[in-house]
T-cell receptor, first 111, second 115 residues
Framework: AQSVTQLGSHVSVSEGALVLLRCNYS??????LFWYVQYPNQGLQLLLKYTSAATLVKGINGFEAEFKKSETSFHLTKPSAHMSDAAEYFC?????????FGSGTKLNVKP | GAVVSQHPSWVICKSGTSVKIECRSL??????MFWYRQFPKQSLMLMATSNEGSKATYEQGVEKDKFLINHASLTLSTLTVTSAHPEDSSFYICSRSGGLSNEQFFGPGTRLTVL
């Protein structure tokens, strides 16, 4: 079965601090993995994707994620949070022509 | 720029009426498009896969007769919520695949409120 689990529905960090959003997956075949960001009342915007090439994936706005097969994880990080990073983040898995989304993590950035 | 558009961006309707939401692929002829529903503070749930020129494929638990999907052209898919009720109030998002890439391109969403 395919599934995505995001640990922590809410994460709060100070501006300038490290951002770490956790994502674990379950997949019966090698997965394609994605991180999307959603601002209020908007659709989803792709941050980055893993498609079986390099395990460390760099995305837009300074975000990156590392695919760890042994841990079935694809955590999202950013070295220094900006106020503009406050949004909801979704981890997603793509297999068999379908997307499976995690429940989302709302990131709050404190000044 | 946006590659998928949705219209309207928000709609309020009375219980019992039907609402049509359009999803357009602006830069790509999409034989397949997807419809998702997102309840407040929840994730996206795939409702159905819209197939150009053929019937849509619905996910388990989604009522085909209530959520009518039409994909009459390679750039347009429509979702009609028939006899809408307050529990149908949600954020509806469509997407298309990225051709050879597995990336999904999402529309900006449509906020439906049923009174």
């Amino acid at each position: 079965a395919q599934s995505v689990t995001q640990l922590g529905s809410h994460v709060s960090v100070s501006e300038g601090a490290l951002v770490l959003l956790r994502c674990n997956y379950s997949s019966s075949v090698p997965p394609y993995l994605f991180w999307y960001v959603q601002y209020p009342n908007q659709g989803l915007q792709l941050l980055l994707k893993y498609t079986s090439a390099a395990t460390l994936v760099k995305g837009i706005n300074g975000f990156e994620a590392e695919f760890k097969k042994s841990e079935t994880s694809f955590h999202l990080t950013k070295p220094s949070a900006h106020m503009s990073d406050a949004a909801e983040y979704f981890c997603a898995l793509y297999n068999f022509n379908k997307f499976y989304f995690g429940s989302g993590t709302k990131l709050n950035v404190k000044p | 720029g946006a590659v998928v558009s949705q219209h309207p961006s928000w709609v309020i309707c009375k219980s019992g009426t039907s609402v049509k939401i359009e999803c357009r692929s602006l830069d790509f002829q999409a034989t397949t498009m997807f419809w998702y529903r997102q309840f407040p503070k929840q994730s996206l749930m795939l409702m159905a896969t819209s197939n150009e020129g053929s019937k849509a494929t619905y996910e388990q638990g989604v009522e085909k007769d209530k959520f009518l999907i039409n994909h009459a052209s390679l750039t347009l898919s429509t979702l009609t919520v028939t006899s809408a009720h307050p529990e149908d109030s949600s954020f509806y998002i469509c997407s298309r695949s990225g051709g050879l890439s597995n990336e999904q391109f999402f529309g900006p969403g449509t906020r439906l409120t049923v009174l």
